[in-house]
């Protein structure tokens, strides 16, 4: 029983996660076509090619994904945060999410679908924010 206690306070250390914000913004800046997908470190931006819509892949809100190196009993989700922008308005901010919904965020006539998080997790240490990077599809 007490392997079975300590097991589990183990699992769900390993499956927790905080908010991380990127230590500064990178500047870079991408560009993405309708239709495609686009890789962006935490803090870079792109701009949907031939617009003025651009997104900016702004924090880790929470990312409780299993460890590659665990056994968890659910496979997590990883939550992040996005900030759109149109000349013709404000950011906007979205939240998508890699299990939970949404999944994605429509914005300027385009959905923001997020396909993918990196790098993994590992047990035994954080993902540094500098190390995050998400995979986005755009489409009409």
């Not at 500064?24 to 819509?53: F, P």
């Not at 945060?81 to 950011?91: C, E, F, M, S, T």
């Not at 919904?101 to 998080?117: N, Q």
């Not at 190390?131 to 599809?137: C, F, M, T």
Request: neutral net charge; contains cysteine.
């Amino acid at each position: 029983m007490r392997r079975l206690v300590l097991a589990a306070a183990f699992i769900a250390a390993a499956c927790s996660g905080n908010a991380t914000s990127p230590e500064g913004d990178s500047g870079a800046q991408h560009q993405v076509e309708v239709g495609q997908t686009v890789t962006l470190k935490l803090g870079e931006t792109a701009a949907v090619r031939g617009t003025a819509v651009t997104i900016k892949f702004s924090s880790v809100e929470a990312d409780s994904r299993c460890p590659i190196d665990a056994l968890c009993v659910w496979q997590g989700d990883a939550h992040i945060r996005l900030d759109l922008a149109n000349v013709r308005g404000p950011v906007s901010k979205a939240d998508v999410h890699t299990t939970l919904d949404p999944h994605s965020t429509e914005f300027a006539g385009y959905k923001i679908t997020l396909k993918e998080v990196s790098p993994s997790r590992v047990s035994t240490e954080p993902v540094a924010s500098r190390e995050y990077s998400v995979k986005l599809e755009v489409t009409r």
